[in-house]
T-cell receptor, first 112, second 116 residues
Framework: KQEVTQIPAALSVPEGENLVLNCSFTDSAIYNLQWFRQDPGKGLTSLLLIQSSQREQTSGRLNASLDKSSGRSTLYIAASQPGDSATYLCAVGPSGFQKLVFGTGTRLLVSP | DARVTQTPRHKVTEMGQEVTMRCQPILGHNTVFWYRQTMMQGLELLAYFRNRAPLDDSGMPKDRFSAEMPDATLATLKIQPSEPRDSAVYFC??????????????FGNGTRLTVT
């Protein structure tokens, strides 16, 4: 059974810092990996989707990498801003299907 | 901007009552998911559909939960009878799959259910 772990569970940084969020998964036979952010009381917003054949994806200040063999992904946020404060979740898609298994999330607080 | 629409946003009901949650997936998406989120368990997959056919509902308590897609624009999740342990936020998500291509999943804002 696939298990997804995110470290750290919570992170507090001053504005402007570059930061890395970690995601690890136990079964490397994945189809894709997706990073989401969730604001309080809201649904999940897709940030980046990495197909299993890819090593990384970039969108603006966000860069996500995937190392299937080691069961790891990282989300790099450059020059963090208070608006980045949210919970970040990673989710892996088992081979051939879209249903995602979610990590428990990292709660990020960026202070002005 | 296309989005997944869920109704109601909030629902408070008494134990034993029937609860129906609705979801309108993004037009053109052929895969629909129901997830439940709680503080203790995080996000759990309840059921999912492709081209309106149920593919997996193993995450759902079958004695009280049922999920259907009467048409391509509507997915429903019913709980009957509801119990206090069903209190959670229920999310619907949709995506498109074709061959080896999987689109990102798009989530609705959820239905926050409280069963007293």
């Amino acid at each position: 059974k696939q298990e997804v772990t995110q470290i750290p569970a919570a992170l507090s940084v001053p504005e402007g810092e570059n930061l890395v969020l970690n995601c690890s998964f136990t079964d490397s036979a994945i189809y894709n990996l997706q990073w989401f952010r969730q604001d309080p009381g809201k649904g999940l917003t897709s940030l980046l989707l990495i197909q299993s054949s890819q090593r990384e994806q970039t969108s603006g200040r966000l860069n996500a990498s995937l190392d299937k063999s080691s069961g790891r992904s990282t989300l790099y946020i450059a020059a963090s801003q208070p608006g980045d404060s949210a919970t970040y979740l990673c989710a892996v898609g088992p081979s051939g299907f879209q249903k995602l298994v979610f990590g428990t999330g990292t709660r990020l607080l960026v202070s002005p | 901007d296309a989005r997944v629409t869920q109704t109601p946003r909030h629902k408070v009901t008494e134990m034993g009552q029937e609860v129906t949650m609705r979801c309108q997936p993004i037009l053109g998406h052929n895969t629909v998911f129901w997830y439940r989120q709680t503080m203790m368990q995080g996000l759990e997959l309840l059921a999912y559909f492709r081209n309106r056919a149920p593919l997996d509902d193993s995450g759902m308590p079958k004695d009280r939960f049922s999920a259907e897609m009467p048409d391509a624009t509507l997915a429903t999740l019913k709980i009957q009878p509801s119990e206090p342990r069903d209190s959670a936020v229920y999310f619907c998500a949709s995506g498109f799959r074709s061959g080896s291509y999987n689109s990102p999943l798009h989530f609705g804002n959820g239905t926050r259910l409280t069963v007293t």
